[in-house]
């Protein structure tokens, strides 16, 4: 099958051609001729298939044969849970739109406003955004959403798990009723699903993967070690196997700095990327990190979705996630476009229970391979997924309304609330002649 078949004009196929593009992928098979039929769509497939190319082709082509756009209007919009992700998604909309006479925008949190408040000032075709800014630009009359005609939730699972589910109830109660609805995502889990109820009706449902399968590009291994020895080892495996290109995944913002600052000074150029940063320190660095001039990128789960980087060899989880489901999204980094990648993870016996939630998610036991010279004290379980004892560990909750979906820097959530004891009374005298009993 080829592009051309799936009823895409002239200006289309040149830019699709231009990124050297042959045969949509399965995704994109499924979703650009529903989407082009009007139809309302549900779509899951894994990160790295090219979901996004298939809801932003066909919009392109259907915005292309309307109407041109109003002043302070919108004609399809495009919602996304982080800056990055919204970045990524504007910049394949400019690529396949380039032929087109078409403008489009991206806003999010993080930069001055007034920049896009001018920007929308005359209108566009495609606006991508994250919810919060976008609320922020609609209570500013800096948009309005009465000329919408195509409403898209993109990775519609982060979305929730940050915390967004509020703003994004708002936003839907300013769009008008007859609109398209496309709703993308990793998985549809059922508070997923229930969302959909009140946005997406009679929908064309694509799925072309298994829910929260990896993709078999990516070769995953396990690396048994101490924590103590973590940085070491990551520094031996970057120098050994000249590694000039990897994307190191940390649970906190500090601990993605400290890592950095080890890397730096031990000769191996590094740069941070989390909610911390500025957006523009975190553009400069990602933009570094694609041109070569950073040979390791050390990220949070905030670039766990957003970041789209051609070729990229291997990923390393430097810690592991806490809820599971971010191992697929971090790992997804790597292997896209039918690419081969490796998968790294540093795993210390603290660990074993998240490897184990990692393991029952996706159906497997990772290969464990042992590094000679850093062979930890307390070793790992051959096979994690079984659990041990019968102690329950309550699941980790993500609760974010923020476009930076990491925690605090190492912040526990509040301990559950003990009823307090009740006191027996203390009698007369008490403890005058029990010392040295």
């Given at each position: 099958?080829?592009?051309?078949?799936?009823?895409?004009?002239?200006?289309?196929?040149?830019?699709?051609?231009?990124?050297?593009?042959?045969?949509?992928?399965?995704i994109q098979q499924q979703a650009i001729p529903a989407v082009l039929s009007g139809r309302d769509v549900m779509a899951a497939a894994q990160t790295g298939t090219?979901?996004?190319?298939?809801?932003?082709?066909?919009?392109?082509?259907?915005?292309?044969?309307?109407?041109?756009?109003?002043?302070?209007?919108?004609?399809?919009?495009?919602?996304?849970?982080?800056?990055?992700?919204?970045?990524?998604?504007?910049?394949?909309?400019?690529?396949?739109?380039?032929?087109?006479?078409?403008?489009?925008?991206?806003?999010?949190?993080?930069?001055?406003?007034?920049?896009?408040?001018?920007?929308?000032?005359?209108?566009?075709?495609?606006?991508?955004?994250?919810?919060?800014?976008?609320?922020?630009?609609?209570?500013?009359?800096?948009?309005?959403?009465?000329?919408?005609?195509?409403?898209?939730?993109?990775?519609?699972?982060?979305?929730?798990?940050?915390?967004?589910?509020?703003?994004?109830?708002?936003?839907?109660?300013?769009?008008?009723?007859?609109?398209?609805?496309?709703?993308?995502?990793?998985?549809?889990?059922?508070?997923?699903?229930?969302?959909?109820?009140?946005?997406?009706?009679?929908?064309?449902?694509?799925?072309?993967?298994?829910?929260?399968?990896?993709?078999?590009?990516?070769?995953?291994?396990?690396?048994?070690?101490?924590?103590?020895?973590?940085?070491?080892?990551?520094?031996?495996?970057?120098?050994?196997?000249?590694?000039?290109?990897?994307?190191?995944?940390?649970?906190?913002?500090?601990?993605?700095?400290?890592?950095?600052?080890?890397?730096?000074?031990?000769?191996?150029?590094?740069?941070?990327?989390?909610?911390?940063?500025?957006?523009?320190?975190?553009?400069?660095?990602?933009?570094?990190?694609?041109?070569?001039?950073?040979?390791?990128?050390?990220?949070?789960?905030?670039?766990?979705?957003?970041?789209?980087?051609?070729?990229?060899?291997?990923?390393?989880?430097?810690?592991?996630?806490?809820?599971?489901?971010?191992?697929?999204?971090?790992?997804?980094?790597?292997?896209?476009?039918?690419?081969?990648?490796?998968?790294?993870?540093?795993?210390?016996?603290?660990?074993?229970?998240?490897?184990?939630?990692?393991?029952?998610?996706?159906?497997?036991?990772?290969?464990?391979?042992?590094?000679?010279?850093?062979?930890?004290?307390?070793?790992?379980?051959?096979?994690?997924?079984?659990?041990?004892?019968?102690?329950?560990?309550?699941?980790?909750?993500?609760?974010?309304?923020?476009?930076?979906?990491?925690?605090?820097?190492?912040?526990?959530?509040?301990?559950?609330?003990?009823?307090?004891?009740?006191?027996?009374?203390?009698?007369?005298?008490?403890?005058?002649?029990?010392?040295?009993?």
């Amino acid at each position: 099958m080829s592009f051309a078949s799936l009823g895409l004009s002239a200006p289309l196929l040149k830019a699709v051609a231009e990124q050297q593009y042959t045969t949509p992928s399965p995704i994109q098979q499924q979703a650009i001729p529903a989407v082009l039929s009007g139809r309302d769509v549900m779509a899951a497939a894994q990160t790295g298939t090219g979901k996004t190319a298939g809801f932003t082709l066909p919009i392109l082509e259907q915005l292309s044969r309307g109407t041109p756009v109003k002043g302070n209007r919108v004609r399809a919009l495009i919602l996304t849970p982080t800056r990055e992700l919204a970045a990524q998604v504007a910049e394949s909309v400019a690529v396949y739109g380039k032929h087109l006479r078409l403008k489009s925008a991206v806003v999010f949190g993080g930069v001055k406003i007034n920049p896009q408040m001018m920007k929308l000032r005359g209108g566009v075709d495609v606006l991508v955004a994250t919810p919060g800014r976008l609320l922020d630009l609609y209570q500013q009359n800096a948009v309005r959403f009465d000329n919408i005609e195509t409403f898209v939730l993109d990775e519609a699972d982060r979305m929730l798990d940050m915390g967004f589910i509020h703003d994004i109830r708002k936003i839907i109660q300013l769009l008008p009723a007859k609109r398209q609805n496309l709703m993308f995502s990793a998985t549809f889990s059922d508070p997923i699903r229930k969302l959909a109820k009140g946005l997406i009706h009679d929908p064309v449902e694509v799925s072309v993967t298994p829910s929260n399968s990896t993709a078999k590009t990516v070769a995953q291994y396990v690396y048994p070690v101490d924590k103590k020895q973590k940085p070491n080892l990551l520094l031996k495996l970057i120098e050994e196997q000249q590694w000039q290109q990897v994307l190191v995944f940390t649970k906190t913002k500090h601990g993605a700095n400290r890592l950095t600052r080890f890397l730096d000074e031990a000769g191996v150029t590094a740069a941070a990327i989390h909610g911390n940063k500025s957006q523009g320190a975190r553009t400069k660095a990602l933009a570094g990190f694609k041109t070569g001039e950073v040979r390791a990128l050390v990220a949070t789960d905030i670039a766990a979705r957003g970041l789209d980087i051609d070729q990229l060899p291997q990923v390393v989880n430097f810690e592991l996630p806490n809820v599971a489901e971010d191992y697929v999204h971090r790992i997804g980094r790597t292997g896209r476009a039918g690419a081969s990648g490796q998968a790294i993870s540093l795993v210390c016996a603290d660990e074993s229970d998240l490897l184990g939630g990692i393991e029952r998610l996706t159906r497997q036991t990772i290969e464990r391979r042992l590094i000679e010279g850093f062979e930890p004290v307390h070793p790992l379980p051959e096979n994690a997924q079984k659990p041990r004892g019968h102690s329950k560990r309550k699941p980790h909750h993500k609760s974010h309304k923020t476009d930076h979906p990491e925690h605090k820097d190492g912040q526990r959530a509040p301990a559950a609330h003990k009823p307090a004891r009740r006191r027996r009374p203390r009698p007369k005298n008490a403890g005058q002649n029990n010392r040295g009993q």
